[in-house]
C-alpha cells in the first residue's frame, strides 16, 4: 500500500451468497482474500489509516433462541452451519486481529442486513421476483432489509465520518415474509418444513426457488439487528 500512498480501504468483496461459489471459493474469497489484504495493509511503511469493512447478519445466524434484534455486542445463539457464516466469522476474526495489531488504523466493519434493489440479483430477491414464493409451513418470519443505494451511502458516511468499531446497518423495522411478498406482488408458497435440505437442492437446481442452506435458517426464523449504534454516527 505505501507504493500507492493509500491511507484508506473500503473492502466490499466479501461473498455473502453461497450460490455463487462452493464452499472453497467462499473460502479462498472472504478468508484468504482478507488475509491478503490485510497483510498488505498491514506491512512495513503502509499508509493505510482507515480500512471499512463489509460484512453481514449472516454472521449472527437465525435460530428460535435469538433475541429479538441482535446487538453488535452479542454473539451467535449457536456454532455456524453454513459455509458461507464460516468464512464471514473467520474474516472478521482476522479483520480485528488486525485491528489489535495495527492500533494507528481506524477500523470499521458494518454487517449489514438482507440486500434488495433493482441492480441486485440475490436468492431472496430471486424468489420475491417470482409469481410465487417459498416460506416454511406454520413460520412467517420477520425479515429485515436495506435497500442497495443505502449500502453505497453507509460504506460512504463510514468512510469520512463514523467511527471505528462494528455497525449494525438495515432499515428500523421488520416486516412478516407474508407482507413482504405482499408489497412485491408474489403470493407465498409454503414447504414442509422438515427435512428442508431434501428438496432445497433440486427446487434450486430445476430454477423453481433459490433455497441454499444460509436462506432456509431466515424463513423458519428471521433475523432482527439493532441499527441505533449507526444511528447515533448520524447516517
Known sequence: MSAI???????????VDSTLGSSNRLHDTNVIGTLNLLAAAGAPGSTVRKLVVKSSGL???A???????????????????????????DAEALVWDFAQ???????TLLRFANVLGADLNTPLSRNLSRSVCPSLFGYDPLLQFIEQGDVVRALVHATLRAEAGTFNVGGAGRLPLSEV????????????PWQVGMYAGPLGRLGVFDLPPEVVPLL???R????????DTGF
Not at 83 to 88: A, D, F, K, N, Y
Not at 224 to 231: H, Q
Open 5 to 15: 500512498g493509500a491511507d484508506t480501504i473500503v473492502h466490499t468483496g466479501l461473498m
Open 101 to 107: 495489531d495495527s492500533p494507528g488504523v481506524d477500523v
Open 224 to 231: 432482527g439487528m439493532d441499527t441505533k449504534r449507526f444511528a
Open 220 to 222: 423458519r426464523y428471521g
Open 59 to 61: 454472521v449472527y445466524g
Open 181 to 192: 411478498a405482499s408489497i412485491c406482488g408474489t403470493r407465498i408458497v409454503p414447504l414442509p
Open 63 to 89: 435460530t428460535s433462541r435469538d433475541p429479538y434484534a441482535f446487538t453488535e455486542s452479542m454473539t451467535r445463539s449457536g456454532p455456524p452451519r453454513t459455509s458461507v457464516e464460516r468464512s464471514l466469522l
